[in-house]
């Protein structure tokens, strides 16, 4: 396998596991001449093992989530023609990833919520999210789990999840998109990009947070906070390629409809 280097990302891999072995040495020798030297190596080995890390996951979250450029954020309680109308319309209308986001319900009632999501979500071969719950997704076979600032760090999440299952992260400014993607994240929410109908938020990122995302983050992100029909364009512009959205879907008459014209801002933009 030395003499073989099928992409550049090959490379790259070798690369990083060269530059952990020479540090690993410079510290073995450090031991001999400095103990503090032979620390300060340690760390060094240690970020570069962790840089190793997010730049491999971020190629294969690019794979997993190809296609994914609009995310529902389904509550049931939001829905104003019923879950599996919404559920099954968005669906048909080209979003390929659900995240199911109950703050009310009891845990046998999001388990079995959750259930039905995954028959659906399985049937349309798009990938089921569940919000703030990692046992509830490793439960339903769920693609992955969504945490925000106040919940379950990254790697807590996976111990539970296991290394298949995408972890999503929640953030609100540059330096803990920075960090999230450091601490193992498979793809961001960056936002609140604007006001929201269904969720309240201290301050808002706005704009800014997504050039700056745009310009520095190579992991998958979606904008979220407020998006809609009306913005989607702005937040595209800014740099966004995916968006999540809540109740411009969940509430809307015609869910499909609003999801169709959502996507197709999304990509004539």
Known sequence: AEAARGVPL????????????GLRTLEEFGKLIDPGAAEEFGRMRYRVYTLEKAILTAGSARERLAGCDLCLLLTA?????????VVRESLAAGARMIQVREKSLSDGELLEHARRVRDWT??????????????????????GVHVGRDDLPVRAARRIVGPGRLIGVSTHDIDQARQAVLDGADYLGVGPTFPSKTKQFAELAG???????????????F?????????????????????????AICA???????????????RES
């Not at 906070?225 to 999540?244: H, K, L, W, Y």
């Open 223 to 247: 904008a979220i906070g407020g998006i809609d029909s009306d913005n989607v364009a702005e937040a595209v512009a800014a740099g966004a390629r995916r968006v999540a959205v809540s109740g």
């Open 122 to 143: 399985r049937a349309a071969e798009a990938l089921l999210i569940v919000n703030d719950r990692p046992d509830i997704a490793a439960l339903v076979e769920a693609d």
């Open 207 to 221: 704009l800014e947070f997504l050039r700056e995302a745009a310009a520095e983050i190579s992991l998958p992100w």
């Open 10 to 21: 090959d490379v790259v891999r070798a690369n990083l596991r060269r530059a952990e072995e």
């Open 77 to 85: 309680a939001s829905c104003r023609v019923g879950v599996e109308r």
């Open 252 to 266: 809307a008459a015609e869910p499909g409809e609003a999801a169709r014209g959502i996507i197709a801002r999304l």
